[in-house]
């Protein structure tokens, strides 16, 4: 099977087994690779109601037809698993050579079951696969455990690890790779945790199997000279992510103060033009010609790379306006394996309780010291409070009562990225029906909103949009597997991908072909959701209450007393469902699920309520 390896590595840690499956070529067609692999086999393999943090859950790395290939920005992996923050699908996309050195294994993805009696290091080089002793490193950060791996099986090696949020099962902890990457902010760094599997290291020597090889070697190295000459010319990498919070404090659009105000004027201090005067080094993931990751020295003098949304909610949302204090807490992040982006909203909610007078306690915005003391707490699940936040802040929220579920700036249980949507109600809705809960990754249109049409409309064409843009990164970027920013951010065409997959797999698609398997990967993600949340499919996709609350709204700037409208926002949702074909219940219909070839396996599944 060209295009694919054709092979799944299946790892039981409680019995210490191993084998490889092959997957049919009718599997690998129909959903692609990446996120269409795991959304599939999670669906098929667990039992709905089980503990995501328990040996039932089953965490995955899954590859796509593109991944690993020297092409543009094909260095990225997908981690999933049932989610420990919302109980339903969860995944994540990190930059790691282990996306490149899995497929010269030989396989498309890697299925981890059960759990370990003792930590573990699971190594895996071609067909040789070892349970290796990580007592050594459990109870350590992931720079020391980075180094340690480092040391015993050098640099080239694919390597995804955690730090100690990981292994204290923190619900926010994320899965970290030797290149100073991230992901997984569904938790999937405490599913790894759970598993006692502290890191997996992949060396591989195998060709990966293409149609035209020849070919696309030179399409890929060619769009590898092009991409770079585009970042040149646009110089996007010059600020990488991080450019954006300029614009986003002008279009009042940063957190500020747990999202409470979307403007501040001392922003410029940890803009990305502060950043890039800073910066000590520059990181990417394998096969990237555009290298984003911006590292500067934090207070302790210690080499931190920062993204944009690390600097906003650690940032401006917590009222901390000192870079170096900032990358301080991003470093912390990093060693702990704590998700930056919840982090910085679990702390701005704790600072906001306790300015309601909703929590007891001392902590208060623009407190970097405390931030940090907190991050450590958090990780360690130390006392009460340590323990209560590495839960989130939904459950924190439900904990500390006084109407604090209002202003826990989460949907479906994740927290929200680091844009204040009270003014922006298509990226509210891009919010709302994000599969995996509350991540910018899923539909981003704010531009467009801005642009393209009224920024306060709730128009069926923002509903359409944010569809467009969930094909776009579903059915391409998180199924073929690449980074999406060479499109979004240097303007490279989409339709490059259907050529390297038709090069790689000799087919003959179109990007229509992509935009039915993001469609169908959809369907199928919501009817997870749906059967570990039968009742609620609905009330699920709205955004955090606070951007409909008048008292949340700013009290001055263009955007004074504006916030979002609940009827407006469900005429809204309503148009979503109605162009996705789901019912009023935001449930597929039948019709929906014939069109995209599901109905048969739903029905032999067990019964659905789709199918009610
Ligand atoms: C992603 C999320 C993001 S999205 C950021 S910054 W971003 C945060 N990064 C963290 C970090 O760093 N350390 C840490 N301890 N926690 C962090 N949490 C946050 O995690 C990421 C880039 C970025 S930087 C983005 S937008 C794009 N995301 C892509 C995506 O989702 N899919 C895709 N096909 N391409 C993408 N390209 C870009 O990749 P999650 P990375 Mg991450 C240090 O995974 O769970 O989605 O969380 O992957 O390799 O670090 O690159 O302004
Ligand atoms: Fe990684 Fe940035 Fe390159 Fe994307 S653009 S592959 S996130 S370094």
Redesign the pocket.
């Known amino acids: 099977m060209n295009g694919w390896t054709g092979w799944m590595l299946r790892v039981d840690l409680t019995a210490r087994t191993f084998r490889k499956e092959p997957f049919s070529e009718a599997f690998a067609r129909t959903w692609v690779g990446g996120r269409g692999f795991a959304a599939k086999l999670l669906y098929d393999e667990l039992k709905p109601g089980i503990d995501p943090l328990g040996p039932e859950n089953k965490f995955i790395v899954a590859l796509g037809p593109i991944a690993g290939i020297p092409a543009p920005?094909t260095g990225?992996a997908i981690?999933a698993a049932k989610s420990p923050m919302t109980g339903g699908y969860g995944?994540?996309?990190?930059?790691?050579a282990a996306a490149v050195q899995l497929r010269k294994a030989g396989y498309d993805l890697l299925i981890v079951e059960g759990r370990a009696e003792r930590p573990t290091l699971l190594y895996i080089e071609d067909d040789r696969v070892e349970f290796l002793p990580a007592d050594e490193v459990w109870g350590e950060g992931t720079y020391a455990t980075n180094a340690w791996i480092y040391a015993r099986y050098g640099k080239a090696a694919g390597v995804l690890n955690i730090g100690q949020a990981g292994e204290n099962l923190v619900r926010y902890a994320?899965v970290?790779?030797l290149?100073?990457?991230?992901?997984?902010?569904?938790g999937?760094g405490a599913v790894m945790g759970s598993k006692r599997l502290k890191a997996i290291v992949v060396k591989g020597s195998k060709p990966i199997p293409q149609a035209d090889p020849a070919g696309m070697k030179q399409a890929g190295l060619e769009d590898l000279r092009r991409t770079h000459q585009l970042d040149k010319e646009t110089g996007w990498s010059t600020q990488g992510?991080t450019g954006v919070l300029a614009w986003c404090n002008e279009v009042s659009a940063l957190p500020v103060r747990n999202f409470r105000r979307t403007t501040h004027p001392e922003a410029w201090k940890v803009d990305g033009e502060r950043l890039n005067q800073a910066r000590i080094a520059t990181y990417g993931?394998p096969n990237c010609a555009m290298r984003?990751?911006i590292a500067i020295h934090d207070d302790e003098g210690r080499e931190s790379?920062?993204?944009?949304?690390?600097i906003g909610l650690l940032g401006p949302n917590l009222e901390i306006f000192d870079l170096p204090q900032v990358a301080s807490l991003?470093y912390l992040?990093?060693d702990y394996?704590?998700?930056?982006?919840?982090?910085g909203c679990v702390l701005s909610f704790y600072a906001d309780a306790i300015d309601r007078g909703a929590a007891p306690g001392d902590f208060r915005f623009g407190d970097a010291a405390g931030a940090k003391r907190l991050l450590g707490l958090i990780a360690r699940r130390e006392g009460e409070i340590g323990d209560l936040l590495a839960e989130g802040t939904r459950p924190a929220a439900r904990k500390f009562g006084h109407g604090s579920e209002d202003y826990a700036m989460q949907v479906k249980g994740l927290e929200v990225?680091?844009y204040n949507c009270k003014s922006i109600p298509g990226m509210a809705l891009a919010f709302g029906v994000s599969p995996i809960g509350a991540?910018?990754?899923e539909s981003w249109i704010i531009t467009f909103e801005l642009n393209n049409t009224s920024r306060d409309s709730y128009g069926p064409e923002k509903a359409q949009k944010v569809i467009e843009l969930q094909r776009i990164?579903t059915g391409l970027?998180?199924c073929l597997?690449?980074?999406?920013?060479p499109w979004v951010e240097i303007g490279w065409k989409v339709d490059h991908y259907p050529v390297y997959f038709n090069l790689v797999t000799g087919l003959d698609w179109t990007l229509d072909d992509f935009w039915t398997v993001a469609d169908r990967v959809y369907a199928l993600m919501k009817l997870f959701w749906l059967r570990e949340f039968p009742d609620s499919s609905r009330r699920l996709d709205y955004p955090p209450a606070a951007w409909f609350d008048p008292a949340n709204a700013d009290t001055d700037g263009p955007f004074a007393g504006q916030v979002l409208d609940y009827a407006k926002y469900d005429g809204l949702l309503q148009h979503y469902y109605d162009i996705r074909g789901y019912d009023r219940r935001g449930i597929p219909t039948l019709a929906t699920l014939e069109r995209l070839g599901l109905a048969a396996e739903v029905r032999a599944a067990e019964p659905c309520a789709a199918l009610t």
Do not use: P, Q
């Open positions: 920005n990225k981690v995944d994540g996309n990190l930059g790691t994320v970290r790779s290149e100073g990457r991230s992901g997984g902010r569904t999937m992510t993931c984003c990751g790379e920062l993204d944009y949304e690390n991003n992040c990093d394996g704590l998700d930056t982006m919840s982090a990225s680091a991540h910018h990754k990164r970027f998180e597997i690449s980074c999406r920013f």
